[in-house]
């Protein structure tokens, strides 16, 4: 078996040593009792030649280092077969990398350019993916290039930056919305023909889609709208620009619930109350409800169903048709509740920008107090590029693990899935919106890394008199309020570069709705670990 370099390293300087000791027992001292025995004969050439040769070798023994100059001559042998071998691998690298390179490119203008027979989000993805190649395989070639300065291109000339011939544009772009495509009815109230909006069903989230659906009713039956009060409602002047719906359609639609008592005389009989379902509570008003309106000046008859059997469970789907009979009327003031789960024209309503013309981007928008501390907000932690992930914990895990397949997922599969999309996203930040405990999102934190390093998760801190981003609410009081609050996570949720929600949650809806209307919506959105993009759910692709 050879022997390693050690070894020969080691029999080298055991040869030098041995050849070192023969040339050292050569000296004068050995000559001398030879020249007396030969002093009497005649001076000779050769002598003189004897006597010098020990001379020179002993000088060239003790000036020079023998086992140096061997041992540099194969060292330097050895390394230059070494180097040769680094550069004939990097030389048949390159030229495997200039081949894959010339095959992406060949791919990237003969398969994809015309294909129809991939949606947009494949073809995306399809050519995002393709991009990343090229573009590693540039870096791959520029760093084997780098020792021998050869530039930014290879030795055919093919360019090493994409982008340069064309290829360059936003993984996750926006969605073209189409609004000047979309189908709407114009809101034209009646004088003092009044809707009174009934939302009871669900949290704060589901009280304003309930809100958007009265005032598609309201539009439908040329009524204007009437907010409920704060102490049978939710207060909606808090977190709601009420007068900007006004603005944005040209005349009063919405009547705050104090103007229109004043209207009333500070006492209003609504003439007719009809709920939407009939099971499995008409209206969903108890008792309680039923005395807080009388408390508030409201007078009211019987409650009526429009249909005997419509379940909130199994909603059918209706038409404008439908709701001009059933609530059509000429009373004064009528009540309609509770319409959340309402199914009326649903590819209408979904629309951006909603069914009702109007010259703004979206009618239900966050007051200004809100708007602002959120671009603050944004400014100081996030930056313009950002994910927003609304992570749905508390709660939810009973709701999700109703539907098959679960939407509750565990803590590492869901890193995982975030970690995916902010590689494909190409964001540096997490905006995380949640009602996790602390430990699920340390451990949330701690998993979500791409290449070596840790993405941050941004969470809302606690209130901070250092701290100016969220000043406007704390002058105004609206501090510590839950509901200002949720709508500031929904506000923020909406300006990200990519949302990532919790689907069957209606805070994600809401979010999605803004998103849509505000022009923020991007191909990559999609509920979390499903891979499904909400924009393109109702088919508006």
């Known amino acids: 078996m050879d022997r390693d370099s050690s070894d020969e390293d080691d029999d080298r300087r055991n040869l030098t040593y041995r050849n070192d000791t023969t040339r050292s027992s050569f000296n004068v001292e050995e000559l001398e009792p030879q020249m007396r025995r030969r002093s009497k004969l005649t001076f000779h050439k050769g002598y003189l030649f004897a006597l010098v040769l020990p001379l ?14 061997f041992t540099s001559d ?93 290829y360059g544009f936003h993984r996750c772009r926006k969605v073209d919305q189409k609004f ?15 809707l009174f909006a009934i939302c009871l069903s669900g949290q704060m989230s589901n009280h304003l889609i309930c809100l958007e659906k009265h005032m598609f009713f309201a539009a439908i039956l040329n009524r204007a709208l009437v907010i409920p009060s704060s102490r049978f409602d939710y207060q909606y002047n808090r977190v709601l620009d009420i007068e900007h719906i006004n603005d944005c359609i040209g005349k009063k639609v919405v009547v705050p619930f104090e103007d229109f008592m004043k209207l009333k005389k500070n006492h209003a009989h609504i003439d007719k109350f009809i709920c939407y379902f009939s099971t499995p509570q008409p209206c969903y008003m108890d008792e309680e409800h039923l005395k807080k309106l009388k408390s508030l000046g409201i007078s009211m008859g019987k409650l009526e169903a429009a249909w005997k059997n419509e379940d909130v469970k199994n909603p059918s789907r209706k038409t404008v048709k439908d709701v001009e009979e059933k609530f059509g009327s000429d009373d004064d003031v009528i009540a309609i509740g509770d319409v959340y789960f309402a199914d009326v024209e649903r590819d209408w309503v979904l629309q951006p920008g909603g069914p ?4 703004c981007k979206t009618l239900i928008e966050p007051s200004k107090l809100i708007l602002l501390t959120a671009e603050r907000f944004i400014q100081t932690f996030l930056g313009s590029n950002f994910i927003a992930l609304h992570f749905r914990r508390h709660g939810f895990l009973k709701f999700c693990n109703a539907k098959k397949p679960s939407c509750f997922y565990p803590i590492p599969q869901a890193a995982d899935c975030i970690t995916r999309m902010v590689e494909r996203a190409n964001t540096p930040v997490i905006y995380l919106s949640t009602d996790a405990a602390g430990s699920e999102t340390g451990l949330l934190q701690s998993m979500i890394m791409l290449n070596g390093k840790t993405i941050p998760l941004v969470k809302r801190p606690p209130r901070n008199s250092a701290e100016k981003w969220d000043a406007l609410l704390y002058r105004h009081g609206l501090e510590g309020d839950s509901q200002v609050e949720a709508m500031l996570d929904k506000t923020i949720c909406a300006m990200a570069s990519v949302f990532i929600g919790a689907s069957g949650s209606t805070f994600t809806e809401d979010i999605l709705r803004l998103r849509k209307d505000w022009g923020t919506a991007s191909i990559c959105d999609e509920y979390l670990c499903q891979g499904e993009n909400p924009n393109f759910i109702s088919g508006e692709e």
């Not at 129809?116 to 084997?144: E, G, P, R, S, Y």
């Not at 000047?180 to 009044?194: L, V």
């Not at 009702?356 to 010259?359: E, G, L, R």
């Open 356 to 359: 009702i013309a109007h010259k």
């Open 74 to 166: 194969i060292s330097s042998f050895k390394f230059n077969t070494v180097s040769d071998q680094i550069r004939e691998s990097q030389l048949q690298a390159l030229h495997l990398l200039n081949q894959q390179q010339s095959s992406l490119l060949s791919i990237w203008n003969h398969t994809f350019i015309n294909s129809n027979n991939i949606t947009t989000v494949q073809f995306d993805d399809i050519k995002a993916t393709l991009l990343t190649q090229i573009t590693l395989n540039k870096h791959m070639q520029q760093i084997l290039l780098s020792p021998y300065k050869a530039g930014d291109t290879l030795q055919n000339g093919t360019a090493l930056d994409p982008s340069s011939a064309g």
């Open 180 to 194: 000047s495509e979309r189908r709407t009815i114009e809101w034209k109230p009646r004088r003092n023909k009044f």
């Open 56 to 69: 020179l070798i002993v000088f060239i023994y003790f000036s020079t280092d023998i086992r140096s100059l």
